[in-house]
Structures are given as structure tokens and as C-alpha cells.
């Protein structure tokens, strides 16, 4: 998040102000690379340089001022810079699961030791538990880190229009109005045919991941149809809050599945648009 934040300040006309701001960022960044030194953080390394150098490229060349085009534009970039890496140095997802797989169990091992005793049957339970899900994690951690990078993105691009002493770039749009180029849903249909067709199990892997990175980006699509259709009820402010976040922690199995719905028929149907003309016509609007 600073690496990208410094980069948005650099990337305008900037006071001295955001020159001081966006070096000690980087400082910090570097402070930051520098710790670690297990296989997994090298890699962390590697990609936000990656994701560093794709979204200057993007915000000098292309100068998009939109936040969704400028950071699917950049994070694309460093992704396909990435693929060339992993095929030139023979990186295999597989070698990256295990080296994920590794660091975090490691990480997780120590807060076990705190919680429950070596030989105990509440250690072993877990530390199974673990296994399972950091393997799971392992095999779509590309498309995970993919949409952890949209999301960092995101909080930097908020952070920018408060930092920046007179932001050149167009802020945040709001979350009911969050919605990107429909030609995506692309992605979806081909990751979601190398998955099935058996003959393309060589590229399953990929396949996979970028089915996890489409499917995020439709399920917060989604998400955003229906805080359109929360505000349009007026059903806002902390109580509605409230609700949705104890709602989607008791269930997130029904109202996950039904978001990603959502979003990926909203290609199609344009819910927000037929909210407003519902509206509309309620009103006796023409």
C-alpha cells in the first residue's frame, strides 16, 4: 500500500509536501522489503517491485484518472510481467504453494505453541486444520494476491485524495457504484472452460487462478448491486452496518454465492439501471 500511495503522489504535479510524504513512504517500503528472508518473502519482494514499476508505467503513459482502469490496467501488467518471470526462471505455482505454504505455517506453528501444548489433541486437531486450509490457499494463492493487491490498491487510492495537497485523480467511487468494463466477463467464460475441458489440465493451475481473480471481482460487483439497492430502500447508516456484517458472518454460505449472481448477470441486465428506472416510474417520473 505505501510503495503504491508514494507512486499516485509522484505521479502528479507534486507540492513539497507530497515529495516529503511520498519518500518517507518509500523509506519505509524498502524498511519494509529488507526483513524477512525465507523464499516466500523474496517473492513478496518481487511483486510489489513488479506491481511499483506497472502502476508508474500505467499513471505516466496511459494517465488514467479513474481508479478501476488504472488499477486493473496496472495490476495486469505486473501480473503478465510476472508469468514471464515464472516461465524464464522455470518458477512453477506449484513451488510457490509449497514455499506459501511453508512461511505461513511456520507463522501459525508459533501462535499454536501459545494456545495449546505440544501432544495435546486440541494441537493436533489444528495443526491438521492448518495443513488443509493453508494447502487450499497455496493452490489459488496467484488469484488471492491478485485481489489482496486490488484491495491494498484501493486503500491507497482513498488515502491519496486525503494526503495529496491537491489530488489531480478522481476519488473513490462510492461502493453501490463500483461496476468495470463488462468485456471481463471474458475472463470468467475462459477460466472457467480451461478448468472443465479436460484435454487443457496442463493449464489448470491458471485456469483456476484467474477463475479465483474473476470471480472476486464479480462477487464485490455484486455486492455493490446490492448496497445500491440497500441505499435505494434507505436502509443505511451504523444499524445498517450492523446487519450486514452480522449477517454475512452467520451467512456468508447464502448471501456469497447469491452476490457473485449478481454481479455476474449484471453484465447483462444492469440491475442498478433497472433500480433507477423503478424508482423513476414510483415517483411518476417519464
Known amino acids: 500500500m505505501a510503495a503504491p500511495l508514494a507512486v499516485c503522489l509522484l505521479a502528479q504535479r507534486p507540492a513539497r509536501r507530497d515529495l516529503v510524504v511520498a519518500g518517507a513512504l518509500l523509506a519505509f517500503t524498502a524498511l519494509l522489503l529488507a526483513a524477512g528472508d525465507d523464499g516466500f518473502a523474496q517473492l513478496e519482494r518481487g511483486w510489489v517491485v513488479l506491481l511499483t514499476g506497472s502502476l508508474v508505467i500505467v499513471l505516466a503513459v496511459g494517465r488514467p484518472r479513474g481508479f478501476v482502469t488504472a488499477t486493473l490496467a496496472a495490476v495486469g501488467g505486473a501480473a503478465a510481467a510476472a508469468a514471464l518471470l515464472m516461465g524464464a526462471t522455470r518458477l512453477t505455482t506449484a513451488k510457490i504453494a509449497g514455499m506459501a505454504e511453508q512461511h505461513y505455517f511456520l507463522q ?12 495435546s489433541d486440541l494441537r493436533e486437531s489444528a495443526q491438521q486444520s492448518i495443513q488443509t486450509g493453508l494447502a487450499v490457499f497455496g493452490d489459488f494463492l496467484p488469484g488471492i494476491v491478485l485481489l489482496q493487491t486490488l484491495a491494498a490498491l484501493a486503500l491507497a487510492w482513498a488515502l491519496y485524495q486525503r494526503v495529496a495537497r491537491e489530488p489531480e485523480r478522481e476519488p473513490l467511487p462510492p461502493l ?25 489440465g496442463w493449464a489448470r493451475d491458471l485456469g483456476g487462478n484467474s477463475l479465483v481473480f474473476f470471480g472476486g471481482l464479480y462477487l464485490v460487483r455484486g455486492v455493490a448491486v446490492l448496497a445500491a439497492v440497500a441505499i435505494a430502500t434507505g436502509f443505511t447508516g451504523a444499524a445498517a452496518y450492523a446487519v450486514a456484517v452480522v449477517g454475512t458472518a452467520l451467512l456468508w454460505w447464502l448471501l456469497a454465492p447469491a452476490a457473485l449472481l449478481l454481479g455476474l448477470t449484471d453484465t447483462l441486465v444492469d440491475w442498478r439501471l433497472r433500480l433507477a428506472r423503478v424508482i423513476q416510474n414510483s415517483r411518476g417520473q417519464p
Open 108 to 119: 501459525t506453528r508459533q501462535l499454536l505453541d501459545l494456545l495449546a501444548p505440544v501432544g
Open 176 to 200: 453501490a457504484a463500483f461496476r468495470f468494463n463488462d468485456h471481463l466477463i471474458w475472463g470468467v467464460a475462459l477460466s472457467l472452460l480451461v478448468v472443465v475441458l479436460p484435454w487443457l
